[in-house]
C-alpha cells in the first residue's frame, strides 16, 4: 500500500487514523515522494513480484492532491519496468477533487477507484468533514459522477462507526441507489492514549500499557454484528450474484476451506506492507509507529525488508498469541482473530489479546452458516451461489415443498429436526 502524499489529506474526518502519522516526521513540510523513490520504489516492487499480475495500491491522506501528472510519470515507470507482467492500478480516493481530466486518466489506464462514502448525507457528513468543518457529500456525490460519465470502473468504502452502524439497511439501499456493486464495509476501532507520548500520536497499538480509551466513534462490537447481518439477509434475499460485499465473498472463501483473501481474516498476516512518501517501509499501515518501521528502500531492497525476522515475526505473531479462548472458537476458521491492532480486550477467563470485535463477529459468522454452507455446497458441485436465493424462499416457508416428516434433519443444515427448526 503506497502513501505517495504520506498522511497528507484535504479532509479532516475526525475518526481518520492516519492524520496524525504527519508527527512522525517533525519539521516537514513537502510530504510529496519524490522521482528517485517512485522509480525505486516501482521498479523493486514489480522485480520482487514471483506472479505476472502485479497489483500497486495507492492510498493516502489524499493522493489525488499529487495531481495528474504525477500519475502519468507512475504509469511511465510501471510500462518501463514492467518486463512482460501485467500492471493494475487500485486508486483509494475521497473523490473531491475528482473532475473530467482525472476520471479520464483512470479510465485510459483502467485503474480501479475505491471511493470513501459513509452512507446518506447526513450519515456520511457526521464525521467526513472538510478544513473547514463543514460536510462533504455533495462534492463526493459530484466525484462520483465524473466516474460514471467516464465509465471508470469503482467500488465503495464505508467506514462503519458508531453512529451509522445503526442504520444498515439505510446505508445498503443508498449504496445501491448510486451504482455501487462492490462494497466495503470497513469497522473504526481506535484506543485513544490519556497521557503524552514521546512520538507525539494519540491513537496507540494494542501492545500500549498505560491509560487509553475507546474513540467516541468507535463502532460497538455487537452493533458491527448486527450491522453485517441486517445487510446479509437483506442481500441473500434478492442481491446475490448482482452486488458483492467484500465480507460475504471473503466468508465464501472460509466456508470453501480456503485462506481467506483479505489479511485480517488470514490465519498469519504481514502481507500487507505500507510504505511512506520518503520510502520508509512500515509492517502494515495500522501499524506506522516507530516500532515497525523495517526500513527505507532507499537504504535497503524492498524483498530484504520483506523477508526480514522482524517482518516474519510480525505476521507470524497473529497465530501465535492467539488466545485460548479464540482457539476453541467454532468460528475461529472464518475469523482468526481478525486484525491484530484490534486484539486489546481481555477473555472471559482474563487472558489477554481478545479482539475487541469479537462478539460482534461470533454473532456475524454464526448468523451466516447455514446460508455459507448452502452457496460452498453449490460451488462444489459446479452451479452458481446465486441458487441460495430460491433455497432461502423455500426456508422461510418451512421447506415445506420438500415433503419432509418434523422428524427428518432441517435443509438448512443446522443439525436440527424440522419440526424443531425451519418448519416449527
Known amino acids: 500500500m503506497v502513501k505517495p502524499n504520506g498522511p497528507i489529506c484535504n479532509l479532516d474526518c475526525h475518526y481518520c487514523f492516519y492524520l496524525e502519522k504527519e508527527k512522525l516526521y517533525p519539521g516537514r513540510s513537502d510530504f510529496r515522494m519524490n522521482n528517485s523513490v517512485l522509480e525505486r520504489y516501482i521498479k523493486e516492487y514489480i522485480e520482487a513480484q514471483p506472479i505476472d499480475n502485479v497489483v500497486?495500491?495507492?492510498?493516502?491522506?489524499?493522493?489525488?492532491?499529487?495531481?495528474?501528472?504525477?500519475?502519468?510519470?507512475v504509469v511511465e515507470l510501471q510500462e518501463r519496468y514492467a518486463d512482460g507482467k501485467k500492471i493494475e492500478n487500485a486508486f483509494q480516493t475521497n473523490g473531491i477533487l475528482v473532475d473530467d481530466a482525472w476520471a479520464e486518466f483512470f479510465k485510459i489506464n483502467d485503474f480501479l477507484i475505491g471511493l470513501?462514502?459513509?452512507?446518506?448525507?447526513?450519515?456520511?457528513?457526521?464525521?467526513?468533514?472538510?478544513?473547514?468543518?463543514?460536510?462533504?457529500?455533495?462534492?463526493?456525490?459530484?466525484g462520483l459522477e465524473y466516474l460514471k460519465k467516464h465509465q471508470v470502473e469503482f467500488n465503495t468504502l464505508t467506514v462503519v462507526q458508531k453512529d451509522n452502524a445503526q442504520y444498515p439497511l439505510e446505508i445498503?439501499?443508498?449504496?445501491?441507489?448510486?451504482?455501487?456493486?462492490?462494497?466495503?464495509?470497513?469497522?473504526?476501532?481506535?484506543?485513544?492514549?490519556?497521557?503524552?507520548?514521546?512520538?507525539?500520536?494519540?491513537?496507540?497499538?494494542?501492545?500500549?500499557?498505560?491509560?487509553?480509551?475507546?474513540?467516541?466513534?468507535?463502532?460497538?462490537?455487537?452493533?458491527?454484528?448486527?450491522?453485517?447481518?441486517?445487510?446479509?439477509?437483506?442481500?441473500?434475499?434478492?442481491?446475490?450474484?448482482?452486488?458483492?460485499?467484500?465480507?460475504?465473498?471473503?466468508?465464501?472463501?472460509?466456508?470453501?476451506?480456503?485462506?481467506?483473501?483479505?489479511?485480517?481474516?488470514?490465519?498469519?498476516?504481514?502481507?500487507?506492507?505500507?510504505?511512506?512518501?520518503?520510502?520508509?517501509?512500515?509492517?502494515?499501515?495500522?501499524?506506522?509507529y516507530p516500532e515497525n518501521k523495517l526500513g527505507n528502500i532507499m537504504e535497503n531492497p524492498i524483498v530484504s525488508m520483506v523477508e526480514s525476522v522482524q517482518q516474519k515475526k510480525f505476521g507470524s505473531d497473529k497465530i501465535t498469541t492467539l488466545p485460548g479462548y479464540c482457539q476453541s472458537c467454532e468460528v475461529r476458521f472464518a475469523c482468526?482473530?481478525?486484525?491484530?491492532?484490534?486484539?486489546f480486550i481481555q477473555t472471559p477467563d482474563g487472558e489477554k489479546g481478545l479482539n475487541y470485535l469479537c462478539a460482534g463477529y461470533k454473532h456475524f459468522f454464526n448468523h451466516i452458516n447455514p446460508y455459507m454452507k448452502f452457496m460452498a455446497n453449490e460451488l462444489r458441485h459446479h452451479r452458481p451461489p446465486a441458487n441460495v436465493m430460491t433455497w432461502v424462499k423455500e426456508k422461510d416457508n418451512g421447506f415445506k415443498s420438500y415433503n419432509l416428516g418434523p422428524n427428518e434433519l432441517c435443509p438448512c443444515g443446522s443439525g436440527k429436526k424440522l419440526k424443531k427448526c425451519c418448519g416449527k
Open 56 to 73: 500497486f495500491a495507492w492510498q493516502g491522506g489524499e493522493p489525488t492532491l499529487l495531481g495528474v501528472d504525477f500519475f502519468k510519470k
Open 116 to 142: 470513501s462514502i459513509d452512507g446518506p448525507q447526513e450519515l456520511h457528513n457526521k464525521y467526513r468533514l472538510n478544513k473547514g468543518g463543514k460536510g462533504t457529500f455533495s462534492q463526493v456525490m459530484m
Open 336 to 343: 482468526n482473530g481478525e486484525c491484530p491492532k484490534h486484539r
Open 172 to 288: 445498503y439501499k443508498f449504496l445501491k441507489d448510486i451504482d455501487s456493486h462492490f462494497m466495503q464495509f470497513i469497522p473504526i476501532v481506535e484506543r485513544i492514549s490519556k497521557e503524552h507520548n514521546n512520538n507525539g500520536l494519540q491513537l496507540v497499538t494494542p501492545e500500549y500499557g498505560s491509560n487509553a480509551i475507546i474513540s467516541e466513534w468507535s463502532v460497538e462490537a455487537v452493533k458491527y454484528g448486527t450491522f453485517l447481518s441486517t445487510i446479509f439477509d437483506e442481500w441473500v434475499h434478492k442481491d446475490v450474484g448482482q452486488y458483492y460485499i467484500q465480507i460475504f465473498d471473503v466468508a465464501l472463501e472460509a466456508w470453501l476451506g480456503m485462506q481467506p483473501g483479505l489479511c485480517v481474516f488470514r490465519e498469519e498476516c504481514g502481507n500487507a506492507m505500507a510504505i511512506e512518501h520518503n520510502g520508509d517501509l512500515y509492517s502494515c499501515d495500522h501499524y506506522v
